[in-house]
C-alpha cells in the first residue's frame, strides 16, 4: 500500500511542542508534510487574510519533513498547502494540533485549531483536531501519544461515515489512567467573560478579555463528561450548521412571505 | 408592551452603508445599541483578541443612537457589548450586518458578521444576520430594508423554536422583483482558491488569495437556489456542530477503545 500523505497543521505555531508531537506520531503512519502559522493564532477561529499578502517560508525544524511557515492563519496555512504547494497532490487526511488546551464543547467554534482541520473536511479530506487538555507551552504530549496514533490508523484505514471531522480531545493524564476512547456529541456551554480594565502608560483605558468556561450540560454523552471522566472523547463533526429541527416550524412562521 | 432592545454589529465597521441601514430599520423597532468594529473585519469569522488590549470608544455617527466602536473582531465587539456595555441588561435581539456580500453557504464558516450572531446566540439571545448579495461599499440598501424590517418583526414577536440563529441572505434586486422569503438549509458548496503570485517592492516573492465559491449542491431547498430564483433565504442554524448521523458508525468503528 502506498504511504499516505498527511497534511499537518496547528494554531500554536510551527515551533509549539503539541505540533512536534504530532509530527513525530504521523512520521510512522506515511509522508508528512508541514505548513503551519510563523506566529501563535490561538483563537483566530476560521479566519482568512484577504486584506494583505501571504509569505510562505520553507522551515527545517522537523528532520527529514517538507514543511513551511505562513505568516497568518491556520485556515491560511491550510489553503496554503493545498492551493500553492501540493496543487494537484491531495492529502489523504489533515492532522491539526496538538492544541495546547481544551477545544471541547463550544470552544470548536473560536479554536484555530479546529478551523484547519476544518478547512481540510471543507475540501472533503478526512480531517483530525487534536487538543490536550493542559493549556503549558510546556505540556507534555509523550503520554497522549499512543491513542493519537490509533485515532489516525483507523481514519486512514476506515474512513469516517456520515462525516470528514474529528474533534478530539484529551485528558492531560499519565498514558496508563487514561480510559480509554468515547465517541461523544459536543457539550452545551458558554463563556462568562469578565474583561480587566486598566490604564496605558498613557493613562488611557484599556480592557484585556479574559473569561472562564461553563457548562451546565448535564447528559453523560458529551464530551465534557467524557473528558471528566478521564476518556479521549471524539466527536464527529460538520459545517453544515442548519438546525433541520428548526424548518417546519420556521416555515410555518413565515408561511405568507413565499 | 416594553420597547425592544436590539444590539447591533457587524463585520464591515461601523462606517460601513450596510449597519447604517440596519439602524434605520431597527430604530423603527425598538431602542438600538450598536457596538461594531472600527476596522473591516470581513472573513475573521468567530476570532477573538486575547493577546492583547482592546479599546472601546463612543461614536456620534449615529443621531439619537448609543454606539461604540471597538478596535477588534466582531465577536469581541458582542462580548464587550454584553460584558462591558450593557452588564446585567440583556439584548432582546442581536442583529448584524447588513454585509456587504452573500453569507449563504459555508461564507457562514468565515464570516464575521455571521459570528457576531452566533456569539449573540451562545449568549442564549436570538439573532439574526443579514447579507446583501452585493460587495459594493456603495451598495443600495433601500430596497431590501422592508424584508429586513419583517424578519426582525417575526422574531420579536414569535422567537425561533429549536434554533436561535438566522442566516438571512438577500438578492441584489428591486423591492418588487424580490419575490419573498424562503425558509432554506444550507448549500454545499467550498471555495475554489488560486494564490496570486507577485514580488514586493524589494524582490520578494509575497502570495494573495483570491477565489472562487462553487456550489455542486443541486437541491431546490437550499439558500443558493433561493437566491438564484429571487427569494431572500433564512436559513435556521446552530452551533452544535456534532454530525449526529455518524455517532452509530463511530461507536462500531472505534469499539474495542472504549
Not at 502559522?37 to 525544524?61: E, V, Y
Not at 473536511?121 to 487538555?133: A, D, P, R, T, V
Not at 481514519?155 to 496508563?176: A, K, M, Q, R
Request: aromatic share 8%.
Amino acid at each position: 500500500m502506498k504511504k499516505p500523505l498527511i497534511l499537518i497543521s496547528n494554531d500554536d505555531s510551527i515551533f509549539a511542542g503539541g505540533i512536534k508531537a504530532l509530527v513525530e506520531v504521523a512520521q510512522t503512519l506515511g509522508e508528512v508534510i508541514v505548513v503551519a502559522p510563523a506566529l501563535p493564532q490561538s483563537a483566530q477561529s476560521h479566519a482568512i487574510t484577504i486584506s494583505g499578502p501571504l509569505r510562505l517560508k520553507k522551515s527545517d525544524i522537523f528532520q527529514g519533513v517538507e514543511a513551511y511557515t505562513v505568516n497568518g492563519t491556520p485556515v491560511d496555512s491550510i489553503k496554503m498547502a493545498n492551493y500553492v504547494i501540493l496543487k494537484d497532490r491531495k492529502p489523504d487526511i489533515v492532522l491539526s494540533g496538538i492544541n495546547h488546551g481544551s477545544n471541547a464543547s463550544i470552544n470548536i467554534l473560536y479554536s484555530g485549531t479546529m478551523a484547519a482541520a476544518m478547512e481540510g473536511s471543507l475540501e472533503n479530506i478526512n480531517s483530525i483536531g487534536f487538543s490536550l487538555l493542559d493549556y503549558s507551552p510546556t505540556a507534555d504530549f509523550e503520554p497522549c501519544k499512543p491513542f493519537v496514533k490509533t485515532i489516525i490508523e483507523q481514519v486512514l484505514e476506515n474512513g469516517i461515515e456520515h462525516s470528514n471531522l474529528l474533534n478530539v480531545n484529551i485528558p492531560n493524564l499519565p498514558t496508563d489512567e487514561i480510559k480509554g476512547i468515547r465517541i461523544c456529541r459536543q457539550a452545551m456551554g458558554i463563556w462568562k467573560e469578565s474583561f480587566v480594565e486598566k490604564e496605558d502608560p498613557f493613562g488611557r483605558p484599556y480592557y484585556w478579555l479574559t473569561g472562564a468556561f461553563v457548562s451546565d450540560d448535564e447528559g453523560d454523552d458529551s464530551d465534557i463528561y467524557a473528558l471528566n471522566e478521564g476518556y479521549i472523547s471524539v466527536v464527529p463533526s460538520m459545517h453544515d450548521l442548519t438546525a433541520y429541527k428548526s424548518m417546519d416550524w420556521m416555515k410555518e412562521s413565515f408561511r405568507g412571505y413565499e
